[in-house]
């Protein structure tokens, strides 16, 4: 009894991959609004757990807040590393499902999407960010202190519009950034190749 095995090896179409990899303009910005989010909720933070919920010592604390800082920047970083290692080693990548659709659309038209993109988002996000980053710290003193009562619909609108717009603003603002750098590479690359 003879038995036949087929394998059927579905080839992806690939593309070439970029370098430097999208993402650190992104991680970046996204890094500085969480210091500055967990920079000005310290105050209440310390109040909270401290005296109200638990008793803390206030310098433990801030140590606790400190080190969650350093061990996201670490995370960030280390990630980023790893992302751009990644895209400098690797000479293709497995395309992905959206990037067969995305590629029907001009690149010229990304670039002006992304360009509005943060224009507008990063506009909406300046006019927010006091109302966003309060209404943040409000909503953590709100949770922490388990008072449903207090979270105001007013503080959530202003979280929601200002952090959406803050990550559509960083993300159109980081495949800019990232495409100039590959274009600029490029040239490079065909002016400094020998000429035969």
């Given at each position: 009894?003879e038995?036949t095995v087929?394998?059927r090896?579905?080839k992806r179409?690939?593309?070439?991959g970029?370098?430097?990899?999208y993402g650190?303009v ?5 890094y ?5 989010v967990v920079d000005?909720?310290t105050p209440?933070v310390?109040?909270l757990?401290a005296?109200r919920v638990?008793?803390l010592s206030?310098?433990?604390?801030r140590?606790?807040l400190a080190?969650l800082?350093w061990?996201?920047l670490?995370?960030?970083l280390?990630?980023q590393?790893?992302?751009?290692f990644d895209a400098?080693?690797r000479r ?5 499902d959206w ?14 999407a992304y ?6 988002a990063?506009a909406?996000a300046?006019v927010t ?22 979270i105001?619909l007013?503080?959530?609108?202003a ?5 959406v717009s803050f ?11 990232i495409r ?5 590479l490029?040239?490079e690359?065909?002016s ?5």
């Amino acid at each position: 009894m003879e038995t036949t095995v087929t394998t059927r090896t579905k080839k992806r179409p690939r593309r070439e991959g970029g370098f430097p990899a999208y993402g650190p303009v992104d991680a970046a910005l996204g890094y500085w609004l969480f210091y500055v989010v967990v920079d000005r909720a310290t105050p209440t933070v310390v109040d909270l757990f401290a005296g109200r919920v638990l008793e803390l010592s206030p310098s433990l604390v801030r140590l606790g807040l400190a080190a969650l800082l350093w061990f996201v920047l670490a995370v960030t970083l280390l990630d980023q590393l790893r992302t751009q290692f990644d895209a400098l080693t690797r000479r293709s990548v497995p395309e992905r499902d959206w990037w067969s659709v995305s590629r029907l659309v001009p690149d010229q038209y990304w670039m002006l999407a992304y360009g509005l993109g943060t224009v507008l988002a990063g506009a909406t996000a300046l006019v927010t960010f006091e109302v966003g980053t309060a209404a943040a710290v409000t909503l953590i003193e709100s949770v922490a202190t388990v008072d449903v009562a207090a979270i105001s619909l007013l503080d959530v609108v202003a979280v929601v519009v200002f952090f959406v717009s803050f990550a559509v603003a960083s993300f159109s603002l980081d495949r800019l950034a990232i495409r100039a750098i590959r274009v600029l590479l490029a040239g490079e690359r065909v002016s400094t190749a020998p000429k035969r």
